[in-house]
């Protein structure tokens, strides 16, 4: 299986060439489990929400989000198949966030929490976005709910949490007028699963393929 495997990624990386790249194995079964189902899109999604208990300041907010989404290339990446069930990623330029804020404050909390639920059990359009989709529920006496969808193509629990981190730092200082300024990205998950890839296919691949074997 290993060896039949590791052919099949030398295949499907030499045939992928820029703006695509290949995905991470972790990203291929999650890809492929979501094509289990009809339409080219994917369920299995992060949820988080947030009750915030002081009305928040929506252009700042939104700014925020803007920036987070330009900052992490994740965030802007689309999933797409080229044919013969090679499944790649392309980063675009720009894919700003879905974000939308409903005036719901005179709603009941059946109708909040249903409208909720319906927003989740929308799937992601893997092909071609939004990646990240955010909602501002208004409560009684100024109170809000934030809810944020995101693909688990696109992140995990820890990453979620950097991403939640690093949302709230942006929204403080746009809310202050302030500038924001945060180290770089020093490489992408792409660049990762491409070298990972490249390296399964290559000797250090097989020194691993033969230490599997030998267990």
Known sequence: ????????????????????????????????????????????TLKF??????????????????????????LRTTYRDLGGGTPVQQTRKELPPAFEVFDSAEWSRDEIGQKMQALSGQPTNLRKGPILRCYLFALPRGRYIFKLLLPYLAADIQSLELLMDELSELYIAAKNNETMTMPPIESTYAEYGRWKLNMLAGKEGKRHRAYIDKV
Do not use: C, G
């Open 1 to 44: 299986f290993i060896h039949t495997l590791a052919a099949y990624l030398r295949r499907a990386d030499s045939s992928i060439s820029l703006p695509f790249a290949p995905l991470s194995f972790a990203q291929k079964r999650l890809w492929y489990f979501a094509h289990l189902t009809p339409e080219d899109t994917v369920t299995h």
């Open 49 to 74: 929400e947030a009750r915030l208990l002081t009305p928040p300041n929506i252009p700042a907010l939104k700014y925020a989000l803007d920036t987070l989404v330009q900052r992490h290339p994740m």
